[in-house]
């Protein structure tokens, strides 16, 4: 018979942060899901500044700060973060890193940079937010994402288009009303 205390709970593969900086250290994009890791911007942003310095001009694509095990990549002029605790599974969040690259070059037609991600902050957070839900990996297949990115985009009833047939629809429908 075995005892309770045997019995291990089941564990979700999670996240404690992805942020994206610029060259400079800047940040772009930040999302932490473990409210008690860093609960003031300013926390956050000193982590994410220390984070930077140590990564920024190494080659490698893991490190090891403050408890934390961050895998990171560069791009142009960007730098794409995803931080989980010293007990997780450094390959879930390298596959999370590179969802979360991949999808963002699809959306940003292969310019992951600067200006590109800041004209499509919109399309960047629904990825994040596909990809991690309350820290939480839901998703490392980036073809599954932009799937449900964009099938979301595509759902939107007042894209211009739409808007421009329902004003004309309306005008038929007075004029008809007026010639009866």
Known sequence: MLSLSLLQEPSLYTVKAIFILDNDGNRLLSKYYDPGLYPSIKEQKNFEKNVFNKTHKADNEIA??????????????????????AQENELMLMSVLNCLFDSLSHILRKNVERVCLLDNMEGVYLVVDEIVDGGVILESDPQQVLKKVNYRADENPLSEQSVAQVLQSAKEQIKWSILK
């Not at 090891?64 to 990549?73: P, R, S």
């Open 64 to 85: 090891f700060l403050e408890g934390m095990t961050i895998v990171y990549k560069g791009s142009i002029d960007l730098f794409l973060y995803v931080v989980g605790s």
